[in-house]
């Protein structure tokens, strides 16, 4: 079988047993992007530096130095992550220049562990959209149906796992960034616990900046659970500045075994229906827990869906005003004065959100708190909740369409556009591990999969449900 096409431990194990090296490697995946260009995944490619990382990565073996986790592994890195020396622009054409002089946390973790950085993944212009294009490097489309979305705004990573490109891509996840271009491509990924990856060097924000959003996480895509649970064990711990203080250590996975899960089942919601193949899934994901004794609650709800998602943009859209200029911003507060009182139109939404008082925006977030204590109280009886990924499969690619135009077809039905990442939201607002998983296939061949939902910090219990759910065994 073609290294290329194995996961991440596999080719992992074929450098320590003498299989294949890591210069041989990196050169396949090399060989493999260059031969493939309708992917348009891999946007800045690093293939000297790639070259000489893995040639180190040789030697370091060849001396019995194999302390590094990912020793001479190939990865991938979305373009929102800062790295040295190699262009870093995130989409954005005023950021065409950008060389950093500085890794990102994250990549600084991945180089400690080995991992040689093939180049930048493709986003969408400082992550703004759910589908992958930019003016300085086009269109990713979905490896499965160039017809379809990637997904985004790691659309590039979840599309280079997908093609065989790398065995491990880095992304970023908000709203779903990670977990919808994972679950329309058909691999897996993990939004890991906020704050259990150090996030510095992420764009958004801008060049330079110290933070970031209060709901954003850093993570891995890959074509397994277990390479998801390799990828947190580099990435996972506390920032440079926190490391003298601090260490990590994540509680293992609640259970082993399918029979003794205890598991919420959330398939549908009048507030963003699913599609037939999706619930579907979801029906077959509960008779395949019931068939192995597990516990599946299909009643109980960790909070109100609508409330959660309100929340959730209002928190989004106020954090994301730190990006605009003085003078935008000015403009916005100007705007959302002007706006007629109780006007409920996307809109205004957006524009009060972005605009909002301190005071107002300290009562979200106490809000906010208060949403992860439900979540906490569900979590007490429940191991994970399962949900839909996304209300369908990959959707039509409209990177054509402003997206004020845009929507997406459920069933016949006619919906807004962002409905794509509304069950996604749920896990992002409350700061909770969540993944999303390949389980099947629509009858048109695209990948369908399910979300997975943890307790904070119960990463490894999420991973494992995850692994006993798509197990052969």
């Known amino acids: 079988?073609?290294?290329?096409?194995r996961t991440a431990l596999d080719q992992l194990h074929a450098l320590t047993t003498g299989e294949v090296s890591s210069r041989e490697l990196t050169a396949a995946h090399l060989e493999r992007i260059a031969r493939h260009p309708e992917h348009n995944a891999v946007t800045t490619l690093d293939r000297e530096g790639a070259l000489h990382a893995a040639a180190r990565a040789d030697r370091r073996r060849a001396q019995g130095g194999s302390d590094g986790p990912l020793l001479g592994l190939p990865v991938v890195v979305k373009d929102a992550l800062e790295t040295e020396a190699l262009r870093t622009t995130c989409g954005a054409a005023e950021l065409e220049g950008h060389v950093p002089d500085r890794d990102a946390d994250a990549v600084a973790l991945l180089?400690?562990?080995?991992?040689?950085?093939?180049g930048k993944t493709n986003t969408p212009s400082m992550c703004q959209d759910i589908q992958t294009t930019n003016p300085l490097f086009g269109t990713t489309p979905n490896p499965h149906d160039p017809q379809r979305t990637a997904g985004g705004s790691s659309g590039?990573?979840?599309?280079?796992?997908?093609?065989?490109?790398?065995?491990?891509?880095i992304g970023s996840d908000l709203a779903g960034s990670l977990r919808l271009p994972g679950h329309y491509c058909g691999v897996h990924a993990l939004r890991p616990s906020y704050g259990v990856v150090p996030a510095r060097g992420h764009i958004p924000r801008a060049p330079g900046w110290?933070?970031?959003?209060?709901m954003l996480s850093i993570g891995p895509l890959a074509r397994s659970s277990t390479d998801l649970e390799l990828a947190l064990s580099v990435l996972?711990?506390?920032?440079p500045e926190d490391s003298a203080g601090w260490q990590l250590t994540l509680p293992p996975a609640r259970h082993g075994s399918l029979r003794d899960f205890r598991v919420g089942l959330w398939a549908d919601d009048p507030y963003c229906t699913v599609d037939a193949a999706t619930r579907e899934l979801l029906d077959s994901t509960e008779k395949r827990l019931l068939d192995a004794g597990a516990s599946v609650d299909t009643t109980s709800r960790p909070v109100d869906m609508a409330h959660s998602d309100r929340l959730f943009r209002t928190l989004m859209f106020a954090g994301s005003s730190a990006g605009a200029s003085a003078e935008a911003f000015d403009g916005e507060v100007q705007a959302a004065g002007n706006l007629p009182p109780g006007e409920q139109s996307p809109g205004a939404e957006f524009l009060r959100a972005?605009?909002?008082r301190h005071r107002d925006w300290l009562l979200a977030d106490e809000e906010r708190r208060r949403v992860r204590q439900q979540w906490a109280a569900y979590f007490r009886d429940i191991d994970v909740l399962v949900t839909p990924a996304a209300p369908t499969a990959a959707v039509p690619s409209q990177t054509d369409v402003p997206v004020p135009e845009r929507y997406i077809t459920v069933d016949g039905e006619r919906r807004a556009y962002w409905d794509q990442t509304t069950w996604l939201n749920l896990a992002g607002l409350a700061h909770l591990p969540a993944a999303t998983v390949p389980l099947g296939v629509t009858p048109d061949g695209l990948p369908l999969g399910v979300q997975l939902i943890g307790p904070y910090l119960g990463d490894l219990t999420v991973t494992r449900l995850a692994g006993l759910l798509t197990s052969t065994d």
């Open 210 to 214: 110290l933070s970031t959003s209060d």
């Open 1 to 5: 079988m073609d290294l290329t096409h």
């Open 354 to 356: 972005r605009t909002l």
């Open 111 to 118: 180089r400690q562990a080995g991992a040689v950085i093939l």
């Open 236 to 239: 996972a711990g506390p920032s």
């Open 156 to 169: 590039g990573s979840a599309a280079a796992v997908a093609a065989r490109l790398s065995p491990l891509g």
